[in-house]
């Protein structure tokens, strides 16, 4: 079954095993997808090990850690109309990315497709899945699973020239939460988000990461998101709630004072997102302040 409608690209840093983990898993799918690893500038013989192990697999190395740009990267890479991620701990259920372009193909004004995700070992379904689900940003009839405000990088499949229209992940974001600014540029250029409840990808939570740092820039990036794209409005309130609800600890107080300080350039690139996109955003407020799966919101 193989099919060449979509490339997979995976950002990696100091997780050889885990990657290799990956490309292994990767590599079994029926599709044969093309692969494109950016190694984010790794110190624990992760080139070499790619390189012996999976030597199909463009690698790319631009020598330190470009966070989520790293994807950008790749995707100069990509021939394919569709481009799949997933990080360096997770993987592609067989079909899926097929099942994925099919529905990308099916429905031409559809931008993203975002999979189920199940937790392993245990097989479990991740709590933002119910939130997925039953998303409650409405959208068109026609539209074939519900419709999202954003995506997760790591459970979702693109249109590779949509991507790229809307400039990718933004270079000062980094990591956590960075898809949110993305998801709604997607949308003010007319594309349509969207969950498919048949299409899995299963995530093996990495033991080498630091959920604090993440936390910290999910909080950051949050705000950041909010004050380019919001109305002023629900700009205000957004920031305000996240003042009262994030942990009272030292990982909050430097998200909100690396968010402060950066209002210059906040302001410079401010660009408020049409009506209807804003509509969209509005509708997920009450889900958002609910949610027990995104942990940097509160």
Known sequence: MTDSRTTVVVITHNRCGELLRTLDRLAELPEKPPVVVTDNGSTDGTAAAVARRHPGVRLLRPGRNLGAVGRNLAIRQVRTP??????????WAPGSLSGAADLLDRYPAVGTVTARIVVEPDGTEDPIVEE???????????????????FLAAATVLRTDAFRAAGGFHPRLWLGGEEELLAADLAADGWWLTYADHL????????VRDSTVRRAHGIRNTLWFTWLRRPVGPALRRTLHLARTVPRDTASLRA???????LPWVLRERRVLPPEVESRLRSL??????????SYIG
């Not at 569709?82 to 993987?91: N, R």
């Not at 899995?200 to 033991?207: A, K, Q, R, V």
């Open 82 to 91: 569709y481009v799949a991620f997933c990080d360096d701990d997770s993987w």
């Open 132 to 150: 997925l689900r039953h998303s409650p940003v409405p959208g068109p009839d026609w539209l074939p699973g519900p419709a999202l405000g954003s």
């Open 200 to 207: 899995t990808i299963h995530h093996h939570p990495s033991s």
């Open 256 to 262: 909100f004072a690396e968010a402060t300080a950066a």
């Open 285 to 294: 407020e009450p889900a958002q302040r609910g949610s027990t799966a995104r």
